[in-house]
């Protein structure tokens, strides 16, 4: 791990038991306070990623252009165009999602939306060998984003039901028991902790490391999904805000 001028760490992973893709994929993120961009060059995984809530827009093409320029690949040369698609802050799954679409759509490349709390579901395997995720992101006005993750015999977290917004105290009572630990990630556990300590789990492990989606996690599933035919065209690749009313709510004349 290095800090470069621009003040921005850059990593190499070393995965774990998850198999080695063969493609080329760029992925980037800017759906939370966490501002990423990946490579994934047939297995190996190059990311950078800085925490600037603010300055997503003037900070991630950069980060593009460094990680292309070092590995000497052109955007023409890749695969696919993978993206953080949310849910997270509006704002940013807005900038993130236009953002790859300009890119993929200059250099012709399908694309791959990703969810963030996969993403983050995915890091604990990653940092931890988990086999099992809780993530949640604050959602603001009292919510969370959440979901349950499961790892799948090639080394991937899928998705166990689906992704939703909702009150702390409502998802406790609601979530099934599940007799297996589990690890918490994400900053809806970091603000709603006890609340969601209270989860009908065997365990529940905290990601210390880990509070944000990184596309370092995203490319990698990314890889995945471009090896089993997923990729789609630059038209169908669309943010999930998973609480879109809201969004809607805020312009005059709608609903």
Known sequence: MTVNKNNYLTKTVSKRDEENYMSKILALDTSTENCSAALYLDGEITFREFESPREHTLRILPMVDSLLKEANVKLTDLDALAFGRGPGSFTGVRIGTGIAQGLAFGADLPMLPISSLAAMAQGTHRLYGATAALPAID??????????????????????????????????????????????????????PEILSQLAVKEIKESTELQFPT????????????ADGKAVGVEDAMPVYVRDTVTWKKLPGRE
Not at 156 to 165: A, D, H, R, Y
Not at 186 to 192: A, F
Not at 215 to 224: E, K, P, T
């Open 139 to 192: 959602a603001r006005m009292g919510e969370v984003y959440f979901a349950q993750y499961e790892l799948n015999d090639k080394g991937i977290m899928i998705l166990v039901g689906q992704e939703v917004v909702t009150k702390p105290d409502l998802l406790t009572s609601e979530f099934g028991a599940l007799d297996k630990s589990v690890y918490s990630v994400g900053t809806g556990w970091g603000t709603y």
């Open 215 to 226: 596309s370092a996690d995203i490319v990698l599933l990314a890889a995945a999904e471009f």
